[in-house]
């Protein structure tokens, strides 16, 4: 009987959790967004990405006033990229040279690896990413010019408020990559190609990196003991090729890289890969040459820089 309370209290807790942390879909914007966003400002200017990032000149309420102008007493789905351009303006950071990092399908993967801009820096650790990221915002014709009760989804309108955000934000981000660039991607989506002209890569970000860039190097991943779908060289990835070939910049790609691994390894290390890679590295695995795949035993560049 006791098993059984148990037993029901984990699920009740579970599922109480799975749905507190599955987006709602026509959720409102964010309550206290103004208290949100200017929170996460002033600590970004003292505590985050200090030498890292430049802070940026604009106070947190004219970076706040910029965005709240962009969308509010608007109707949610009539709003253009071009709305927010104020706000990038004021809010645009240099970036450092051959660290920024670009993602597709693989938020949670690539955070994890980039490591708040220690390795590289995405969208979300600059300031204009960082003070909305996981928020939810649109407008109303009425006051308070926000809508708290419902906002569209990106599918429901072609111009929704936070759509055309991350859309002018990516873009923004990209203008300012210089040197080597990095794209994670996933290749083992079996309802999405690690590489679509409409992602927001293709549509947003290649289109706006300038000659600064010289090479993208794409890192594509796959999810542990689950089926590899597409690998560098084929399927979708040939259309990245040739498009980023096609912007002048040189092309390199890489399967799983070494670092990547061990990242997914130390989350699930009881996977049927990640104890091959243990086995190998105790021994118990004679000769790796006789492992299909990667050698285990290279020290990543990654690492190393
Ligand atoms: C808020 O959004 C919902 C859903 O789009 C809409 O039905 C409602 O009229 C909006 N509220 C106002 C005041 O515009």
Redesign the pocket.
């Known amino acids: 009987m006791m098993a059984l309370v148990a037993l029901l209290a984990t699920l009740l807790m579970t599922s109480c959790v799975t749905s507190q942390r599955e987006p709602k879909t026509?959720q409102?914007t964010t309550e206290n967004i103004q208290s949100v966003f200017t929170g996460r400002c002033w600590d970004y200017d003292v505590t985050k990405y200090n030498n890292i990032l430049p802070r940026v000149d604009a106070g947190c309420n004219e970076l706040w006033d910029k965005f709240f102008d962009a969308f509010s007493f608007s109707s949610?789905c009539d709003v253009q990229k071009a709305n927010y351009d104020s706000f990038y303006a004021l809010a645009d950071q240099n970036l450092p040279e051959d660290k920024v990092m670009f993602w597709s399908g693989v938020y949670t993967l690539s955070h994890r690896f980039a490591e708040a801009g220690h390795n590289y820096v995405t969208l979300e650790d600059t300031i204009i990413g960082y003070l909305v990221n996981s928020l939810v915002w649109c407008g109303?014709?009425?006051k308070p010019g926000v809508?708290y009760?419902?906002?569209?989804e990106w599918s429901d309108c072609p111009l929704e408020a936070s759509e055309s955000f991350w859309a002018g934000a990516s873009a923004t981000f990209a203008k300012q990559a210089k040197g080597k660039v990095t794209l994670m991607v996933d290749g083992s989506n079996p309802d999405k190609p690690a590489y679509r002209r409409s992602s927001f890569f293709g549509k947003h970000e290649l289109p706006s990196m300038s000659d600064a860039v010289n090479e993208v190097h794409v890192l594509v991943t796959h999810t542990l003991d689950k089926p590899k779908i597409e690998f560098c060289g084929s399927g979708s990835l040939v259309d990245l090729e040739e498009d980023v070939t096609k912007r002048g910049f040189s092309y390199e790609c890489e399967d799983d890289p070494v670092a990547v691994m061990h990242l997914l390894c130390a989350n699930e290390p009881s996977s049927r890969e990640c104890l091959m890679a243990l086995a190998h590295a105790s021994g118990q695995l004679a000769d790796i040459t006789a492992l299909p795949g990667r050698h285990m035993n290279a020290m990543p560049d990654q690492m190393a820089g």
């Open positions: 026509h409102g949610p109303q014709l009425t809508n009760t419902a906002c569209p």
